[in-house]
């Protein structure tokens, strides 16, 4: 496996990855032209499919259907290949960790903050543990992810990712490993409502670390993909980039990121047509254009 120039060099750390015959093979490989996209045991195409809500419409109708589709067959259509997978010995030791039998892998954005998650489950009727799995070019994001989550705050409008334990990278351990409880949920339209609104107000109401004078606390990534939706109640997560920040941001990123990641807009259009979504519900609503669009491009240049 060639690694990859532009990213954390994630995957060749953590993982030894042997393409190999069927019989002899522990995963299925599945790729996007030659980028390893997720990494499934045999049992796991279900919990893998369940779990992942692309806003990609390729991606999504792969997902849909992926629980029909043979792993020979995918192989042949050229989308991936039978391998024999070996984990990293401190990440094999956070497997065992949490009690699970098999895992999935799914391989996060091609980029030097370039991440893993390891969805690791035992039967159909157990919830699984995510894992999730940084090394020293995301220590930053993944401390903040992992301190806030270690808070345990109870909130109104929406929940946050139950965390089970955080291992910090140390001389014997390369890795930050995040282990947390499965969430699960449909994907949030990639609109703005009512309840949306709701739960930006409660982010930005949150105290946690020093509080900076004319800031309100942000995810920092606030978008549709990082929320799920059940029946009646919210999931956020991938706090990496929290913190505070001017007032206004988080939901004005929310607005103007869908306009550019999603509808193809400039990002000068996003935000002007953001900001008349955001004034439909608060009318009163007023944020620095130039210094939100200077933070928002450095930060949507991280994650993208």
């Not at 990213?7 to 599945?30: C, N, P, R, W, Y």
């Not at 050229?78 to 030791?93: C, D, R, S, T």
């Not at 913190?243 to 193809?264: K, S």
Request: aromatic share 12%; charged share 30%; glycine share 6%.
């Amino acid at each position: 496996m060639s690694d990859m120039k532009s990213t954390s060099g994630i995957l060749k750390q953590a993982l030894k990855i042997e393409k190999t015959e069927k019989k002899d093979s522990s995963h299925f490989v599945l790729c996007n032209g030659d980028k390893i996209r997720y990494i499934i045991a045999p049992s796991g195409k279900k919990r893998l499919s369940q779990n992942i809500s692309t806003y990609s419409g390729k991606l999504g109708l792969l997902m849909k259907y992926l629980n029909c589709i043979p792993f020979w067959l995918l192989e042949k259509a050229g989308m991936g290949y039978f391998a024999k997978v070996q984990l990293h010995p401190e990440i094999e030791k956070a497997f065992e960790q949490t009690g699970k039998s098999s895992w999935n892998m799914i391989v996060g954005t091609y980029d030097e903050k370039q991440k893993l998650v390891m969805q690791c489950f035992g039967n159909d009727t157990d919830d699984a543990v995510f894992v999730k799995i940084g090394n020293s070019a995301t220590e930053k994001e993944m401390s903040a992810e992992m301190d806030f989550l270690s808070k345990r705050g109870a909130y109104r409008t929406f929940e946050i990712p139950e965390l089970i334990t955080a291992i910090k990278a140390d001389n014997g351990n390369p890795f930050n490993l995040q282990l947390t409880r499965e969430f699960k949920g449909e994907k949030v339209e990639p609109v703005l409502t009512e309840d949306i609104v709701e739960i930006y107000k409660e982010i930005s109401a949150i105290k946690f670390g020093e509080h900076l004078s004319g800031c309100e606390f942000s995810h920092g990534d606030f978008a549709p993909w990082n929320i799920k939706k059940t029946e009646n109640r919210y999931t956020v997560f991938d706090w990496e980039q929290c913190g505070y920040r001017m007032a206004g941001y988080d939901i004005m990123h929310y607005v103007t990121v869908i306009g550019v990641a999603l509808n193809n807009l400039s990002f000068e259009d996003a935000y002007e047509s953001g900001i008349k979504e955001i004034r439909k519900y608060i009318p009163e609503f007023e944020i620095d254009k130039e210094a939100f669009l200077s933070e928002f491009r450095r930060l949507i240049t991280q994650l993208a």
